[in-house]
């Protein structure tokens, strides 16, 4: 059985496939049997995530950079489909250096696009952003309502999709965008001063060591397992339904778990590996500028016209991430 109906005999380059969620995407695709490019700068990235795909004939890594357009041309040659991952995450990265965040975000994804209208791609997908939401304080969020933005970063994943809109309008180049909300799964960085929540509080965990909550827990999000993302991606590749394409969809599981409740899950599976977790205290602080309450989408679009259907809830992919984090960083 093919990967969500994805024929083997496609090209596809996946930028950023050194990343957490892009080297997900080329492991899936390569035990699919496609032929996968890799175009990745190692910025937040690391070799270690593609070090098993070398021995793989179908695997190609091209050491570039997105800011670097002759990097995407090469990266785009006979490539039939482009599942654009690269770029800076993070809130506050953008907000102690918007300008980078601005180059690679904006201006290598505008690079990617060019290369990819260039190179007659059949679609491009790219990956969008729950921050375009901004200040918007519709519950659940639906695709066509958004706000202003609250961080330089989703001012970039806001701008993808204005690009993104006019290529497909101008140069007829099919594009989908991936509103991800909150991804986490194997493979995510737990390091660094920009490391997302989930695999933070996992390491702080495994170390006896206190996480650190900013507010009071009570703050939510629509946490999203990485197969649930991958699913999306490859059904948006391969939908041929004409309504489906040259918009944006929500990446979510559409429910939403606090801070609170996500440390509850954490200690129930970790204490199944080392029962002195469970002693392991929280400390609380004040809250992060920019961070908004709570975050929950509504999928009914992805649903209705891509046939996305997210398999794993919260508890299953937590479950299975932990699991990952213990064997692999313990
Ligand atoms: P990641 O940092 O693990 O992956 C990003 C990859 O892009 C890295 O391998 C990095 O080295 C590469 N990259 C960065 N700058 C580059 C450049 N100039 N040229 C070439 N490659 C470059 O992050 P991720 O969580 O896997 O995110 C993937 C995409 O999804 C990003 O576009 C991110 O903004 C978006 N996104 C992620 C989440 C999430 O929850 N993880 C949520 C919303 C949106």
Not at 17 to 40: H, K, M, Q, R, Y
Not at 143 to 149: A, L
Not at 169 to 187: A, D, P, S
Not at 258 to 276: C, G, H, R, V
Request: proline share 4%; charged share 20%.
């Amino acid at each position: 059985m093919n990967l969500y109906n994805l024929n083997p005999k496609y090209r596809i380059l996946v930028t950023g496939g050194a990343g957490f969620i892009g080297s997900n995407l080329c492991e899936s695709l390569l035990a699919n049997g496609n032929t996968v490019v890799c175009l990745d700068n190692f910025a937040t990235g690391k070799k270690s995530n593609v070090t098993p795909f070398l021995s793989n004939k179908k695997f190609t890594l091209i050491d570039g950079d997105i800011r670097n357009l002759s990097d995407c041309h090469k990266a785009c040659e006979k490539v039939d489909y482009v599942l654009h991952q690269a770029a800076l995450g993070s809130v506050p990265r953008s907000m102690n250096d918007p300008i980078t965040s601005n180059d690679v975000n904006v201006t290598g994804f505008l690079n990617m696009l060019v290369a990819a209208r260039d190179a007659k791609v059949k679609r491009f997908v790219y990956a969008a952003s729950s921050s375009t939401y901004g200040d918007s304080k519709n519950m659940p969020k639906i695709e066509d309502v958004i706000g202003k933005p609250l961080s330089p970063y989703a001012i970039t994943k806001y701008v993808n999709e204005l690009y993104a809109d006019v290529f497909s309008k101008t140069y007829g180049l099919e594009t989908i965008g991936l509103r991800y909300f909150n991804v986490f799964g194997r493979r995510q960085d737990p390091a660094g001063a920009y490391a997302a929540v989930i695999p933070k509080f996992v390491m702080q965990l495994m170390n006896h060591e206190s996480p650190h909550v900013n507010g009071d827990g009570s703050f939510s999000r629509d946490f999203t397992y990485i197969d649930n993302v991958i699913q999306m991606n490859i059904k948006s590749l391969v939908t041929n339904n004409t309504l489906a394409v040259n918009t944006v969809y929500n990446v979510a599981y559409g429910k939403r778990t606090s801070l609170n409740e996500l440390l509850d899950l954490l200690k129930e599976y970790l204490t199944e590996f080392d029962l002195k977790i469970g002693s392991v205290k929280t400390t609380y602080g004040p809250i992060r500028k920019g961070d908004v309450p709570h975050s929950l989408a509504s999928i009914e679009k992805a649903k209705e016209l891509v046939g996305y259907n997210p398999e794993y809830n919260i508890r299953e992919g937590l479950r299975e991430a932990v699991q990952w984090y213990w064997n692999n960083l313990k």
